[in-house]
């Protein structure tokens, strides 16, 4: 695990958070002496990108690099980050958490064509901040966020033709945990880690880049009591990955104390045990990273009786005639905490598009869970029963299938897969700097 510098207040866009943790970061808050109780709320939103990355490395266009990185580029735009930011800020004003979660809080910028390494981007003129938009859509209704705590994961820049032009698009991906400005909370330290667990993707000729994933942390007194917030985004694409990446996340769990919440998207599911089978014949989804994360934290919405899928939407966003949320990868878990209720929101198409048409906040419904102290020995027998927020146009109680293999997650999700598509190979990507 890499550690990286304690943040406070706000980070520039796509700033990094590289560096050594410092020692105030990694201190350990223990259990309030005074046995001050902790009744908090939290949620975990996944903002999506709104458009599928792995356009650009799929074989079945014969247009170079740029041309496809262009499309990216346009459907991004097409899928009106603005509209969607601002939706999704309506739905946390009204739930207002005390603690929030964000996930692929991209920063889309453009720039010169400059030739240069792709993991050394230099674009500087930002066309979409997500998180700036969803703050200050937030401000706007009253129900300000500060920033406490962020990590950037990938921050890459490719060659592009957009509009006829041919300029640089530079892409950078951000977790982040906010806090609610008027909340009585004190930030007592924060912190960013990158995982050692990372995939290498080739960009042409000897080239490869790293495509890297973390975690952001708070330490946190809610109201006089003490918790720790770690806020994640794990790989999708290939499970061995995902699977060290969540190891190295529960031993930073194992070696804290206190209660804790960890929120994210863990691109990883509980399986439908004694119904359908995980692909390697097995009913249980132990062996990956949602299994080796719940061995010493509890699922909360499931807990709480709130098993509804939170993912995957198509990546341009529009209804279809399903929701498409199958798949319940965004979670809070808990230690030292009980969950008396649990609720999906995000989950309904929007009106306000740029061209007048609905479409969905995020390829990601999210997440809100009201926690209050409990005994740290977390429950693992709880059965699910149905989320009372879903539909019969959404999931069922039963759990979906355990993602053993790669989620259909759009957005940032398919930018960790690109290694794991056969097609791809070295030679499509070798037309990076053509036209």
């Known amino acids: 695990m890499r550690g990286s510098a304690s943040v406070l207040g706000t980070l520039g866009a796509g700033a990094s958070l590289r560096g050594v943790e410092t020692a105030a970061a990694t201190a350990t808050p223990e259990r309030d002496a005074d046995g001050t109780a902790l009744t908090t ?3 975990t939103q996944n903002l999506g990108l709104g458009a599928d990355f792995l356009s650009i490395a799929r074989d079945d266009s014969d247009a170079p690099i740029p041309e496809r990185v262009g499309d990216l580029y346009d459907t991004v735009r097409a899928s009106d980050p603005r509209a969607r930011m601002t939706a999704i800020a309506d739905e946390l004003a009204g739930l207002s958490p005390t603690v929030l979660g964000v996930q692929e809080a991209a920063v889309v910028r453009r720039g010169p064509r400059s030739g240069g390494d792709p993991t050394d981007p230099d674009a500087g003129t930002v066309v979409f901040d997500f998180l700036a938009i969803l703050r200050d859509a937030l401000a706007d209704r009253d129900v300000p966020y500060r920033l406490v705590a962020a990590t950037t994961n990938t921050d890459l820049e490719l060659p592009a033709r957009v509009d006829g032009e041919r300029i640089d698009v530079r892409l950078t991906d951000r977790d982040a945990v906010l806090v609610r400005a008027d909340a009585d909370v004190a930030v007592e330290s924060t912190a960013g880690a990158t995982y050692d667990a990372s995939l290498t993707l080739p960009v042409g000729g000897d080239r490869t880049v790293e495509i890297e994933r973390g975690y952001a942390r708070a330490d946190l007194r809610i109201e006089g009591a003490s918790a720790t917030i770690l806020n994640t985004h794990l790989a999708s694409g290939l499970a061995d990955v995902r699977t060290a990446q969540a190891r190295e996340l529960a031993a930073t769990v194992e070696s804290l104390s206190g209660p804790l ?3 994210g998207d ?5 399986s ?3 119904e359908t089978p995980t692909p390697d014949g097995s009913d249980s ?6 299994g080796l994360l719940t061995e010493g934290l509890t699922d909360a919405p499931r807990a709480a009786g709130a098993t509804g899928g939170t993912c995957c939407r198509p990546s341009a966003l529009r209804p279809p005639d399903e929701d498409g949320l199958s798949q319940r990868i965004d979670h809070v878990l808990v230690r030292g905490l009980r969950a008396p209720s649990a609720e999906r929101f995000a989950v309904d198409p929007i009106e306000g598009a740029s061209d007048g048409s609905g479409l969905f906040p995020s390829d990601h419904a999210g997440v809100r869970v009201g926690l209050t102290s409990a005994p740290a020995t977390p429950s693992t027998s709880t059965t699910d029963t149905p989320d009372p927020r879903t539909t019969d146009d959404a999931t069922t109680d039963a759990e979906p299938e ?3 293999t790669a989620t259909s997650t759009p957005g940032f999700g398919p930018l960790s897969a690109l290694v794991a598509v056969v097609s791809l190979g070295v030679a499509s990507i070798r037309r990076l700097g053509g036209d």
């Not at 989804?285 to 949602?290: F, K, V």
């Open 285 to 290: 989804a132990d062996a990956g990273a949602y």
């Open 272 to 274: 439908r045990t004694g």
């Open 41 to 43: 709320t939290v949620a």
């Open 266 to 270: 863990l691109n990883d599911e509980p």
């Open 402 to 404: 355990a993602s053993t």
């Open 261 to 263: 919440v960890v929120l």
